[in-house]
């Protein structure tokens, strides 16, 4: 049965690549339990990824429905060890602490609260430093703190496998979305650059496909940003000040007005990073910027 009218993420044909309660094989040693929340922010839906099969860690949960957290114990067979969660965004995050209190294994994570969008009442019980080693029979996960989407976000480099768990970092066919207070469009360009510095070849996203050409996304995402962040400095030329809206509606004009709310997020990201660098002046998302240099 196909999703309601205006639903282009629950399809039937959606649904046959990214099933439901179903564990797919993605890559050796890697399955993937797509979870039941799909939407313009999520796609298919969140992607929960099980490593391992003998010693296996379980990658952002996501939702805390008793069929999704069924899906994963029952393709865990009763050696999941630890959950890791990339971030505490509400299709991240959710169903970490009941499969964790369940199977009575920790959750890793960051400690960074995040004072915009969370899950309520999400914690690690262990904080994972940078460059953190956790095993699986798959080979050895590191975690690469990678703060720019969200500042507690986590990546998780499969290392044998030269294959990232990327959670909302990077995403198949489209951008993240840099959305302060929690979002830094400054640390998002700085962890892009360590990333380009890691041993990568492939990205497992937190919704869509496996992404191959790891450095070559990289590289298309920092000129995106980058070319983005021009635009928005030749946009304030000649004007004594503007708004974030007027710039959003020059600057995606080919874009659905019903996404120049979230376009309107990235530009102000964009802002307060040039402001930290004296390039321009502003105030707020509601207020004035203009060019200083």
């Given at each position: ?41 999520t ?53 970490a ?10 959750i ?43 500042a ?53 996203p ?88």
């Amino acid at each position: 049965m196909s999703a309601p009218a205006g639903n282009p993420f629950d399809t039937l044909e959606v649904r046959a690549e990214f099933p439901f309660g179903r564990a797919v094989d993605v890559w050796p040693g890697v399955r993937r339990i797509t979870a039941p929340n799909p939407g313009m922010m999520t796609g298919p839906g969140t992607n929960t990824y099980l490593i391992g099969q003998r010693q296996v860690l379980v990658i952002d949960p996501a939702d805390d429905s008793p069929a999704h957290l069924g899906a994963i114990k029952a393709a865990g067979a009763g050696a999941i060890t630890a959950v890791l969660v990339t971030h505490a965004h509400p299709d991240h995050a959710p169903g970490a602490r009941r499969l964790a209190d369940e199977l009575g294994v920790p959750i890793y994570g960051s400690e960074i609260p995040l004072v915009g969008v969370n899950t309520p009442g999400y914690a690690p019980d262990r904080v994972l430093a940078d460059g953190e080693v956790l095993m699986s029979d798959a080979g050895p996960m590191r975690a690469l703190r990678t703060p720019g989407h969200a500042a507690d976000h986590i990546c998780y480099l499969l290392e044998n496998e030269r294959l990232l768990f990327a959670g909302d970092h990077l995403m198949d066919g489209t951008t993240v979305v840099i959305a302060p207070p929690d979002g830094d469009m400054a640390a998002y360009l700085a962890s892009l650059r360590r990333l380009q510095q890691e041993p990568i070849e492939r990205i497992a996203p937190g919704h869509g496909r496996l992404m191959p050409g790891a450095q070559a996304t990289l590289t298309q995402v920092v000129e995106h940003r980058l070319a983005r962040e021009a635009a928005i400095l030749k946009a304030l030329e000649g004007h004594a000040g503007r708004r974030i809206p007027d710039l959003v509606a020059e600057l995606y004009a080919s874009v659905p007005k019903a996404l120049h709310g979230l376009a309107e997020l990235s530009v102000y990201a964009h802002l307060i990073k040039l402001a930290a660098e004296g390039r321009v002046a502003g105030s707020d998302r509601a207020g004035m910027w203009r060019r200083v240099v």
